[in-house]
Protein backbone atom coordinates (compact mmCIF):
# COMPACT_ATOMS: atom_id res chain seq x y z
CA UNK A 1 0.00 0.00 0.00
CA UNK A 2 1.28 3.69 -0.98
CA UNK A 3 2.28 5.86 1.54
CA UNK A 4 -0.49 9.07 1.32
CA UNK A 5 0.02 11.16 4.40
CA UNK A 6 -0.74 11.01 8.49
CA UNK A 7 -3.70 12.70 10.20
CA UNK A 8 -2.69 15.75 12.00
CA UNK A 9 -4.95 18.42 14.41
CA UNK A 10 -7.91 16.64 16.12
CA UNK A 11 -9.29 13.68 14.76
CA UNK A 12 -12.79 12.04 15.33
CA UNK A 13 -14.02 8.25 14.52
CA UNK A 14 -16.14 9.45 11.60
CA UNK A 15 -13.50 12.20 9.86
CA UNK A 16 -10.01 13.22 10.08
CA UNK A 17 -8.05 15.66 8.23
CA UNK A 18 -4.22 14.59 6.92
CA UNK A 19 -1.38 16.44 5.26
CA UNK A 20 0.66 14.86 2.58
CA UNK A 21 3.17 16.24 -0.16
CA UNK A 22 1.73 13.40 -2.60
CA UNK A 23 -1.63 14.11 -4.53
CA UNK A 24 -4.22 11.15 -4.03
CA UNK A 25 -7.49 11.57 -5.88
CA UNK A 26 -10.73 12.48 -4.16
CA UNK A 27 -12.52 9.33 -3.55
CA UNK A 28 -10.00 7.03 -3.69
CA UNK A 29 -9.99 4.59 -0.64
CA UNK A 30 -7.20 4.52 2.15
CA UNK A 31 -6.86 2.40 5.04
CA UNK A 32 -5.24 3.78 8.68
CA UNK A 33 -3.93 0.85 11.08
CA UNK A 34 -4.37 1.77 15.09
CA UNK A 35 -5.80 0.12 17.96
CA UNK A 36 -5.12 -3.32 16.21
CA UNK A 37 -7.67 -2.69 13.49
CA UNK A 38 -7.39 -1.76 9.67
CA UNK A 39 -9.69 0.79 9.29
CA UNK A 40 -11.11 1.93 5.33
CA UNK A 41 -11.63 5.84 4.72
CA UNK A 42 -12.09 7.71 1.22
CA UNK A 43 -10.96 10.61 0.44
CA UNK A 44 -13.42 13.24 0.25
CA UNK A 45 -11.37 16.92 -0.13
CA UNK A 46 -8.30 18.29 -1.23
CA UNK A 47 -6.44 21.06 -1.14
CA UNK A 48 -2.59 22.18 -2.45
CA UNK A 49 -0.89 25.11 -1.04
CA UNK A 50 2.64 26.15 -1.20
CA UNK A 51 4.40 27.47 2.54
CA UNK A 52 4.23 30.98 3.14
CA UNK A 53 1.95 31.53 -0.18
CA UNK A 54 -1.28 32.19 2.35
CA UNK A 55 -4.80 33.84 1.25
CA UNK A 56 -3.65 37.03 1.96
CA UNK A 57 -1.17 37.77 -0.52
CA UNK A 58 -1.69 40.07 -3.35
CA UNK A 59 2.37 40.70 -4.47
CA UNK A 60 2.72 38.77 -7.74
CA UNK A 61 6.42 39.52 -7.13
CA UNK A 62 6.28 38.67 -3.23
CA UNK A 63 5.00 35.21 -4.16
CA UNK A 64 8.01 34.16 -7.14
CA UNK A 65 10.08 35.07 -4.50
CA UNK A 66 8.53 32.65 -1.98
CA UNK A 67 8.76 30.08 -4.61
CA UNK A 68 12.37 30.62 -5.74
CA UNK A 69 13.13 30.12 -1.92
CA UNK A 70 11.33 27.21 -1.10
CA UNK A 71 11.68 25.59 -4.20
CA UNK A 72 7.82 25.66 -5.58
CA UNK A 73 7.52 22.40 -3.07
CA UNK A 74 4.20 22.44 -2.09
CA UNK A 75 1.92 20.60 0.15
CA UNK A 76 -1.59 19.03 0.21
CA UNK A 77 -4.21 18.91 2.87
CA UNK A 78 -7.47 16.97 2.54
CA UNK A 79 -9.89 14.88 4.99
CA UNK A 80 -10.52 11.27 4.75
CA UNK A 81 -13.87 10.28 5.73
CA UNK A 82 -14.01 6.80 8.05
CA UNK A 83 -16.24 3.70 6.18
CA UNK A 84 -15.23 0.79 8.72
CA UNK A 85 -13.50 -1.63 9.82
CA UNK A 86 -12.07 -3.77 6.57
CA UNK A 87 -13.22 -6.85 7.69
CA UNK A 88 -16.35 -6.14 9.26
CA UNK A 89 -17.35 -2.44 8.22
CA UNK A 90 -17.85 -1.50 11.69
CA UNK A 91 -17.64 2.11 12.16
CA UNK A 92 -14.73 2.46 14.87
CA UNK A 93 -15.56 4.21 18.61
CA UNK A 94 -12.24 5.54 18.93
CA UNK A 95 -10.50 8.15 16.23
CA UNK A 96 -6.89 7.26 15.01
CA UNK A 97 -4.34 9.37 16.92
CA UNK A 98 -3.01 12.26 15.49
CA UNK A 99 0.19 10.94 12.99
CA UNK A 100 -1.17 7.78 11.91
CA UNK A 101 -0.15 6.61 8.64
CA UNK A 102 -2.83 7.06 6.23
CA UNK A 103 -2.16 4.54 2.90
CA UNK A 104 -3.69 4.09 -0.02
CA UNK A 105 -6.07 0.79 0.18
CA UNK A 106 -4.55 -2.53 -1.91
CA UNK A 107 -6.97 -4.15 -4.93
CA UNK A 108 -7.51 -7.01 -2.81
CA UNK A 109 -8.81 -5.77 -0.10
CA UNK A 110 -10.80 -3.53 -2.01
CA UNK A 111 -11.95 -6.39 -4.03
CA UNK A 112 -13.28 -8.62 -0.86
CA UNK A 113 -15.43 -5.42 0.24
CA UNK A 114 -16.80 -4.23 -2.62
CA UNK A 115 -16.94 -7.87 -4.92
CA UNK A 116 -19.01 -9.47 -2.43
CA UNK A 117 -22.69 -9.21 -4.08
CA UNK A 118 -23.79 -11.31 -6.80
CA UNK A 119 -24.17 -8.61 -9.76
CA UNK A 120 -21.41 -6.78 -11.00
CA UNK A 121 -22.22 -2.84 -12.05
CA UNK A 122 -18.68 -1.88 -13.41
CA UNK A 123 -15.61 -1.04 -11.23
CA UNK A 124 -14.41 1.48 -8.83
CA UNK A 125 -13.30 4.82 -10.00
CA UNK A 126 -10.04 5.15 -8.19
CA UNK A 127 -8.88 1.68 -8.04
CA UNK A 128 -8.89 -1.45 -10.29
CA UNK A 129 -11.76 -2.93 -8.13
CA UNK A 130 -14.85 -4.61 -9.19
CA UNK A 131 -18.16 -3.48 -7.66
CA UNK A 132 -21.14 -5.34 -6.83
CA UNK A 133 -24.35 -4.95 -5.34
CA UNK A 134 -26.43 -7.48 -3.83
CA UNK A 135 -29.52 -8.27 -5.87
CA UNK A 136 -31.78 -9.57 -2.92
CA UNK A 137 -31.11 -6.20 -1.28
CA UNK A 138 -31.90 -3.97 -4.76
CA UNK A 139 -35.21 -5.79 -5.53
CA UNK A 140 -36.89 -5.47 -2.19
CA UNK A 141 -35.15 -2.38 -0.90
CA UNK A 142 -36.01 -0.40 -4.79
CA UNK A 143 -33.40 1.15 -6.74
CA UNK A 144 -33.64 4.72 -7.90
CA UNK A 145 -31.18 5.64 -10.99
CA UNK A 146 -31.04 9.66 -11.48
CA UNK A 147 -29.11 11.82 -14.38
CA UNK A 148 -29.26 14.80 -16.34
CA UNK A 149 -29.63 13.63 -20.15
CA UNK A 150 -27.08 11.91 -21.76
CA UNK A 151 -25.07 10.90 -18.71
CA UNK A 152 -25.27 6.57 -19.07
CA UNK A 153 -28.68 6.34 -17.94
CA UNK A 154 -30.12 3.71 -20.34
CA UNK A 155 -26.23 1.99 -20.30
CA UNK A 156 -26.82 1.78 -16.45
CA UNK A 157 -30.49 0.33 -16.74
CA UNK A 158 -29.44 -2.24 -19.28
CA UNK A 159 -26.09 -3.61 -17.25
CA UNK A 160 -28.99 -4.45 -14.15
CA UNK A 161 -31.69 -5.88 -16.17
CA UNK A 162 -28.87 -7.79 -18.21
CA UNK A 163 -27.42 -9.26 -14.58
CA UNK A 164 -30.98 -9.94 -13.17
CA UNK A 165 -31.43 -11.90 -16.26
CA UNK A 166 -28.32 -14.03 -15.96
CA UNK A 167 -29.50 -14.62 -12.62
CA UNK A 168 -32.69 -16.21 -13.76
CA UNK A 169 -34.99 -12.74 -12.94
CA UNK A 170 -38.08 -11.45 -14.23
CA UNK A 171 -38.00 -7.96 -15.07
CA UNK A 172 -40.74 -5.50 -16.07
CA UNK A 173 -39.59 -2.05 -18.49
CA UNK A 174 -42.53 0.83 -19.04
CA UNK A 175 -41.01 1.98 -22.08
CA UNK A 176 -41.54 4.95 -22.69
CA UNK A 177 -39.70 6.00 -25.35
CA UNK A 178 -39.26 2.69 -27.23
CA UNK A 179 -35.68 2.41 -26.14
CA UNK A 180 -35.92 -1.36 -25.49
CA UNK A 181 -38.45 -2.77 -27.60
CA UNK A 182 -35.76 -3.71 -30.15
CA UNK A 183 -32.88 -4.46 -27.06
CA UNK A 184 -30.48 -7.39 -26.73
CA UNK A 185 -29.50 -8.46 -23.83
CA UNK A 186 -26.95 -11.14 -23.29
CA UNK A 187 -28.62 -12.75 -20.55
CA UNK A 188 -32.02 -13.59 -22.13
CA UNK A 189 -34.77 -12.49 -24.30
CA UNK A 190 -37.28 -9.72 -24.85
CA UNK A 191 -40.92 -9.93 -24.31
CA UNK A 192 -42.62 -7.15 -26.28
CA UNK A 193 -46.08 -6.19 -25.17
CA UNK A 194 -47.98 -4.01 -26.62
CA UNK A 195 -49.83 -1.41 -24.97
CA UNK A 196 -53.34 -2.65 -25.24
CA UNK A 197 -55.82 -2.50 -22.18
CA UNK A 198 -59.06 -4.59 -22.08
CA UNK A 199 -61.51 -1.81 -20.24
CA UNK A 200 -63.36 -4.51 -19.08
CA UNK A 201 -60.07 -5.61 -16.70
CA UNK A 202 -60.04 -2.10 -15.77
CA UNK A 203 -61.32 -0.51 -12.35
CA UNK A 204 -63.52 2.57 -11.97
CA UNK A 205 -60.83 4.43 -11.30
CA UNK A 206 -58.89 3.65 -14.78
CA UNK A 207 -62.29 4.23 -16.38
CA UNK A 208 -62.50 7.45 -15.16
CA UNK A 209 -59.05 8.60 -16.15
CA UNK A 210 -59.16 7.59 -19.56
CA UNK A 211 -62.79 9.37 -20.11
CA UNK A 212 -61.86 12.36 -18.09
CA UNK A 213 -64.63 11.74 -15.12
CA UNK A 214 -63.33 13.81 -12.45
CA UNK A 215 -63.28 13.69 -9.23
CA UNK A 216 -65.72 16.11 -8.34
CA UNK A 217 -67.89 15.17 -10.69
CA UNK A 218 -70.13 13.06 -8.34
CA UNK A 219 -73.15 12.69 -10.64
CA UNK A 220 -70.98 11.42 -13.59
CA UNK A 221 -69.01 9.26 -11.35
CA UNK A 222 -72.43 7.93 -10.29
CA UNK A 223 -73.71 6.99 -13.83
CA UNK A 224 -71.00 5.61 -15.19
CA UNK A 225 -70.22 3.09 -11.90
CA UNK A 226 -73.49 1.98 -12.99
CA UNK A 227 -73.58 1.48 -16.11
CA UNK A 228 -70.16 -0.15 -15.85
CA UNK A 229 -70.70 -2.66 -13.08
CA UNK A 230 -73.98 -3.45 -15.28
CA UNK A 231 -71.79 -4.40 -18.26
CA UNK A 232 -68.56 -5.75 -16.83
CA UNK A 233 -69.07 -9.31 -15.60
CA UNK A 234 -70.55 -10.20 -19.08
CA UNK A 235 -67.67 -8.82 -21.03
CA UNK A 236 -64.92 -10.49 -19.56
CA UNK A 237 -65.01 -13.56 -21.66
CA UNK A 238 -62.84 -11.88 -24.83
CA UNK A 239 -65.65 -12.56 -26.84
CA UNK A 240 -67.16 -8.89 -28.05
CA UNK A 241 -64.94 -5.96 -29.66
CA UNK A 242 -64.11 -2.44 -28.28
CA UNK A 243 -66.89 -1.15 -30.33
CA UNK A 244 -69.74 -3.72 -28.71
CA UNK A 245 -68.11 -2.61 -25.16
CA UNK A 246 -68.89 1.10 -25.86
CA UNK A 247 -72.16 0.59 -27.61
CA UNK A 248 -73.40 -1.53 -23.89
CA UNK A 249 -71.83 1.38 -22.32
CA UNK A 250 -74.66 3.38 -24.14
CA UNK A 251 -77.13 1.74 -23.95
CA UNK A 252 -77.06 1.06 -20.17
CA UNK A 253 -76.49 4.75 -19.75
CA UNK A 254 -80.00 5.59 -22.46
CA UNK A 255 -81.58 2.98 -19.29
CA UNK A 256 -80.50 4.91 -16.54
CA UNK A 257 -81.12 8.39 -18.82
CA UNK A 258 -85.10 7.14 -19.14
CA UNK A 259 -85.05 6.36 -15.69
CA UNK A 260 -83.14 9.69 -14.14
CA UNK A 261 -84.53 12.29 -16.98
CA UNK A 262 -83.91 14.90 -13.99
CA UNK A 263 -80.34 13.61 -14.26
CA UNK A 264 -80.01 14.32 -18.58
CA UNK A 265 -77.34 16.99 -18.58
CA UNK A 266 -74.49 14.66 -16.25
CA UNK A 267 -75.62 11.27 -18.04
CA UNK A 268 -74.80 12.64 -21.50
CA UNK A 269 -72.09 13.64 -20.42
CA UNK A 270 -70.77 10.84 -19.39
CA UNK A 271 -71.67 9.48 -22.91
CA UNK A 272 -69.93 12.12 -24.52
CA UNK A 273 -66.54 11.43 -22.40
CA UNK A 274 -66.72 7.93 -23.58
CA UNK A 275 -67.22 8.72 -26.95
CA UNK A 276 -63.83 10.80 -26.39
CA UNK A 277 -62.09 7.77 -24.70
CA UNK A 278 -63.02 5.81 -27.72
CA UNK A 279 -61.89 7.97 -30.22
CA UNK A 280 -58.76 8.95 -28.29
CA UNK A 281 -57.89 5.50 -27.47
CA UNK A 282 -58.95 3.02 -30.31
CA UNK A 283 -55.46 2.18 -30.68
CA UNK A 284 -55.29 0.21 -27.52
CA UNK A 285 -58.03 -0.37 -26.41
CA UNK A 286 -58.94 -4.50 -26.99
CA UNK A 287 -61.55 -6.52 -25.55
CA UNK A 288 -59.14 -9.44 -26.40
CA UNK A 289 -56.49 -8.31 -25.17
CA UNK A 290 -55.47 -11.29 -21.90
CA UNK A 291 -54.40 -9.39 -18.25
CA UNK A 292 -51.16 -8.77 -17.87
CA UNK A 293 -49.89 -11.26 -15.60
CA UNK A 294 -51.04 -14.04 -18.91
CA UNK A 295 -49.03 -11.93 -21.27
CA UNK A 296 -46.15 -12.32 -19.04
CA UNK A 297 -42.80 -14.45 -19.29
CA UNK A 298 -40.74 -15.47 -16.70
CA UNK A 299 -36.68 -15.30 -16.75
CA UNK A 300 -37.31 -12.39 -19.78
CA UNK A 301 -37.38 -8.95 -19.61
CA UNK A 302 -41.06 -7.89 -20.66
CA UNK A 303 -41.18 -4.44 -22.45
CA UNK A 304 -44.42 -2.87 -22.65
CA UNK A 305 -44.25 -0.46 -25.27
CA UNK A 306 -45.74 2.97 -24.39
CA UNK A 307 -43.95 5.04 -26.81
CA UNK A 308 -47.34 5.78 -29.12
CA UNK A 309 -49.66 6.42 -26.01
CA UNK A 310 -49.68 10.37 -24.04
CA UNK A 311 -49.20 10.61 -20.89
CA UNK A 312 -53.12 9.47 -19.67
CA UNK A 313 -52.85 6.74 -21.02
CA UNK A 314 -49.40 5.35 -20.09
CA UNK A 315 -51.04 6.58 -16.52
CA UNK A 316 -53.33 3.73 -16.70
CA UNK A 317 -51.47 1.24 -18.12
CA UNK A 318 -48.41 1.70 -15.66
CA UNK A 319 -50.97 2.14 -12.47
CA UNK A 320 -52.75 -1.08 -13.62
CA UNK A 321 -49.51 -3.34 -14.17
CA UNK A 322 -48.73 -2.12 -10.58
CA UNK A 323 -51.55 -3.27 -9.06
CA UNK A 324 -51.74 -6.59 -10.91
CA UNK A 325 -48.25 -7.81 -10.19
CA UNK A 326 -48.44 -6.57 -6.78
CA UNK A 327 -52.02 -8.69 -6.28
CA UNK A 328 -50.84 -11.40 -8.17
CA UNK A 329 -47.85 -12.21 -6.26
CA UNK A 330 -49.74 -11.95 -2.61
CA UNK A 331 -52.58 -14.36 -4.05
CA UNK A 332 -49.18 -16.79 -4.97
CA UNK A 333 -47.57 -16.09 -1.65
CA UNK A 334 -50.91 -16.75 0.26
CA UNK A 335 -52.88 -19.07 -2.06
CA UNK A 336 -50.21 -20.87 -4.52
CA UNK A 337 -52.49 -19.53 -7.27
CA UNK A 338 -50.95 -16.39 -9.44
CA UNK A 339 -47.27 -14.91 -10.53
CA UNK A 340 -44.87 -17.32 -9.06
CA UNK A 341 -41.99 -15.40 -9.32
CA UNK A 342 -40.47 -12.10 -7.80
CA UNK A 343 -40.40 -9.20 -10.17
CA UNK A 344 -38.18 -5.99 -10.68
CA UNK A 345 -40.20 -3.39 -12.20
CA UNK A 346 -38.22 -0.41 -14.62
CA UNK A 347 -39.97 2.90 -15.05
CA UNK A 348 -38.52 5.20 -17.20
CA UNK A 349 -39.61 8.60 -16.49
CA UNK A 350 -41.01 8.12 -13.62
CA UNK A 351 -41.28 11.96 -13.26
CA UNK A 352 -43.89 11.84 -15.32
CA UNK A 353 -45.70 8.84 -14.17
CA UNK A 354 -45.53 9.82 -10.74
CA UNK A 355 -44.85 14.10 -10.55
CA UNK A 356 -44.28 16.14 -7.73
CA UNK A 357 -47.13 18.35 -8.19
CA UNK A 358 -50.09 16.47 -9.00
CA UNK A 359 -51.35 12.94 -8.16
CA UNK A 360 -51.92 10.24 -10.85
CA UNK A 361 -52.83 6.44 -10.43
CA UNK A 362 -49.40 5.75 -10.79
CA UNK A 363 -48.04 7.56 -7.88
CA UNK A 364 -50.32 6.14 -6.11
CA UNK A 365 -49.56 2.58 -6.69
CA UNK A 366 -45.60 3.58 -7.15
CA UNK A 367 -46.54 4.67 -3.32
CA UNK A 368 -48.07 0.91 -2.56
CA UNK A 369 -45.35 -1.13 -4.41
CA UNK A 370 -42.98 0.49 -2.48
CA UNK A 371 -44.21 0.07 1.02
CA UNK A 372 -45.77 -3.34 0.27
CA UNK A 373 -43.47 -5.13 -2.38
CA UNK A 374 -40.68 -5.68 0.11
CA UNK A 375 -42.64 -8.72 1.36
CA UNK A 376 -43.96 -10.44 -1.84
CA UNK A 377 -40.70 -10.21 -3.95
CA UNK A 378 -42.11 -6.86 -6.02
CA UNK A 379 -39.14 -4.18 -6.74
CA UNK A 380 -39.00 -0.71 -8.67
CA UNK A 381 -36.68 0.91 -10.38
CA UNK A 382 -37.45 4.50 -10.67
CA UNK A 383 -35.09 6.36 -13.08
CA UNK A 384 -35.56 10.09 -14.36
CA UNK A 385 -33.29 12.93 -15.19
CA UNK A 386 -35.40 15.46 -13.26
CA UNK A 387 -35.34 14.33 -9.69
CA UNK A 388 -36.81 17.90 -8.55
CA UNK A 389 -39.95 16.78 -10.35
CA UNK A 390 -40.06 13.25 -8.96
CA UNK A 391 -42.47 12.61 -5.66
CA UNK A 392 -40.42 12.91 -2.91
CA UNK A 393 -42.24 9.90 -1.10
CA UNK A 394 -41.51 7.90 -4.12
CA UNK A 395 -38.09 8.83 -4.17
CA UNK A 396 -37.62 8.85 -0.28
CA UNK A 397 -38.74 4.92 -0.54
CA UNK A 398 -36.10 3.54 -2.86
CA UNK A 399 -33.39 2.31 -0.74
CA UNK A 400 -30.71 2.49 -3.06
CA UNK A 401 -29.61 5.33 -5.47
CA UNK A 402 -27.52 5.06 -8.64
CA UNK A 403 -26.82 8.96 -8.99
CA UNK A 404 -25.10 10.30 -12.32
CA UNK A 405 -24.28 13.36 -13.61
CA UNK A 406 -26.71 15.99 -12.06
CA UNK A 407 -26.16 20.07 -12.46
CA UNK A 408 -29.41 21.32 -11.42
CA UNK A 409 -28.81 22.46 -7.85
CA UNK A 410 -32.26 22.21 -6.82
CA UNK A 411 -31.92 18.32 -8.22
CA UNK A 412 -29.69 17.91 -6.30
CA UNK A 413 -30.97 18.74 -2.89
CA UNK A 414 -34.13 16.94 -3.88
CA UNK A 415 -32.31 13.57 -3.93
CA UNK A 416 -30.18 14.56 -0.78
CA UNK A 417 -33.44 15.04 1.01
CA UNK A 418 -34.38 11.94 0.01
CA UNK A 419 -31.25 9.86 1.19
CA UNK A 420 -29.36 10.16 4.01
CA UNK A 421 -26.67 8.07 2.69
CA UNK A 422 -25.68 10.98 0.18
CA UNK A 423 -23.50 13.65 2.35
CA UNK A 424 -22.42 16.80 1.19
CA UNK A 425 -19.30 15.64 -0.18
CA UNK A 426 -20.39 13.12 -2.62
CA UNK A 427 -23.34 15.47 -3.82
CA UNK A 428 -20.00 17.71 -4.38
CA UNK A 429 -19.30 14.87 -6.62
CA UNK A 430 -22.31 15.08 -9.07
CA UNK A 431 -21.57 18.42 -11.00
CA UNK A 432 -17.98 16.58 -12.15
CA UNK A 433 -19.26 13.43 -12.80
CA UNK A 434 -18.45 12.11 -16.62
CA UNK A 435 -20.60 9.96 -18.79
CA UNK A 436 -21.07 6.52 -17.31
CA UNK A 437 -19.41 7.41 -13.72
CA UNK A 438 -22.05 7.47 -10.65
CA UNK A 439 -21.75 7.78 -6.87
CA UNK A 440 -23.84 4.36 -5.89
CA UNK A 441 -25.13 4.39 -2.21
CA UNK A 442 -27.82 2.22 -0.12
CA UNK A 443 -28.20 -0.95 0.93
CA UNK A 444 -27.36 -3.31 -2.26
CA UNK A 445 -23.64 -1.93 -1.70
CA UNK A 446 -21.64 -2.11 1.37
CA UNK A 447 -20.14 1.10 1.28
CA UNK A 448 -20.86 4.34 -0.16
CA UNK A 449 -18.82 4.54 -3.68
CA UNK A 450 -18.02 6.51 -6.94
CA UNK A 451 -17.79 3.82 -9.54
CA UNK A 452 -17.61 3.57 -13.46
CA UNK A 453 -20.37 1.85 -14.59
CA UNK A 454 -19.34 -0.71 -17.37
CA UNK A 455 -20.41 -0.96 -20.69
CA UNK A 456 -23.28 -2.90 -21.59
CA UNK A 457 -22.43 -5.30 -24.29
CA UNK A 458 -26.20 -6.24 -25.79
CA UNK A 459 -27.91 -3.56 -28.15
CA UNK A 460 -30.20 -0.99 -26.82
CA UNK A 461 -32.48 1.10 -30.00
CA UNK A 462 -32.22 4.38 -28.05
CA UNK A 463 -29.47 6.99 -28.30
CA UNK A 464 -29.06 10.23 -30.31
CA UNK A 465 -29.47 10.57 -33.64
CA UNK A 466 -26.75 11.85 -35.85
CA UNK A 467 -28.45 14.58 -37.00
CA UNK A 468 -25.55 15.81 -39.15
CA UNK A 469 -25.05 12.56 -40.88
CA UNK A 470 -28.87 12.56 -41.72
CA UNK A 471 -28.46 15.58 -43.28
CA UNK A 472 -25.25 15.23 -45.05
CA UNK A 473 -26.62 12.14 -46.78
CA UNK A 474 -29.65 14.29 -47.60
CA UNK A 475 -27.98 16.56 -49.57
CA UNK A 476 -28.69 17.31 -53.32
CA UNK A 477 -26.26 19.09 -56.12
CA UNK A 478 -26.00 23.10 -55.76
CA UNK A 479 -28.76 24.61 -58.01
Known amino acids: MGFVGRCYGETSPWRVSFVSREMPGVGEYV???????????????????????TEDLNDPETVERIIRVTGGRQ??????????????????????????????????????IFGRGNLTLGRLLTADAPFTVDINRMVTRHLAVLAVTGAGKSNTVAVIVDGLLRAGGTVIIFDMHSEYVNARFTGGRVNRIGASINPAHLSLREIKRLSNVRDNAYVQERYLARAHRMIRSGMKDGSSSPAEFFRRMDEKLDELLSENSSDRRSIIDVQNKLEHMRESYEEIIDLESEGIIERLRLNHVNVIDLGSVDETGSDVIVSHVLQEVLQSRK??????????TPVFMVLEEAHILAPSDRPTESRYWI?????????????LCLVSQSP????????????NMIVMRLIEPNDQLHVQR?????????????????????????????????????????????????VAGIWSGMRVGDE
Open 75 to 112: YVRGTVRILGDVETLEIPRVPPGPGTEVRSADPETLGR
Open 367 to 379: GRVAREGRKFGVG
Open 388 to 399: KSLDHEALSQAN
Open 31 to 53: VMEYDGRRILGMVESLLRGVPGV
Open 418 to 466: ASEALSDDLLSHLPSLNIGEAVVVGLMAPLPAIVRIEEFEGKLSGGDLD
Open 331 to 340: EYLRHGTGLE
